[in-house]
């Protein structure tokens, strides 16, 4: 599955921003992923294909994960940035269940850039 990120950017603490990831295919367990500068990657959220999601607790109530089956895209929608949301995030997929962060993910993007400010 080849996977490709886009819409990240600056912005100021408190703002919004969209993330999309458009895949060749949908898979089972689509999720994004994040690293911050000097620190291991960590999970943001799932979404299998039924719909289910799951939201790391740091970020749980502002962001939300969505697809559109119809374009094989995958969203995350960045509310009330904080400055710590500063990181590159990766979208990522799994063919299979478990669809949760601490799982396995055999395809990744290359990252696009959000950088927070005060």
């Known amino acids: 599955v080849q996977l490709v990120e886009s819409g990240g950017g600056s912005v100021q603490a408190g703002g919004s921003l969209r993330l999309s990831c458009a895949a060749s295919?949908?898979?089972?367990?689509m999720s994004w992923f994040r690293r911050a500068p000097g620190q291991e990657r960590e999970g943001v959220a799932t979404?299998?294909?039924?719909?289910?999601?799951n939201y790391a607790d740091s970020v749980k109530g502002r962001f939300t994960i969505s697809a559109d089956n119809a374009k094989n895209t995958l969203y995350l929608q960045m509310n009330s940035l904080k400055l710590d949301d500063t990181a590159i995030y990766y979208c990522?997929?799994?063919?299979?269940?478990?669809?949760?962060?601490?799982?396995?993910?055999?395809?990744w993007g290359q990252g696009t850039q959000v950088t927070v400010s005060s």
């Open positions: 990522a997929a799994r063919q299979s269940w478990p669809c949760e962060l601490r799982s396995s993910y055999t395809s």
């Open positions: 295919a949908l898979t089972y367990c």
């Open positions: 979404r299998n294909r039924y719909g289910s999601t």
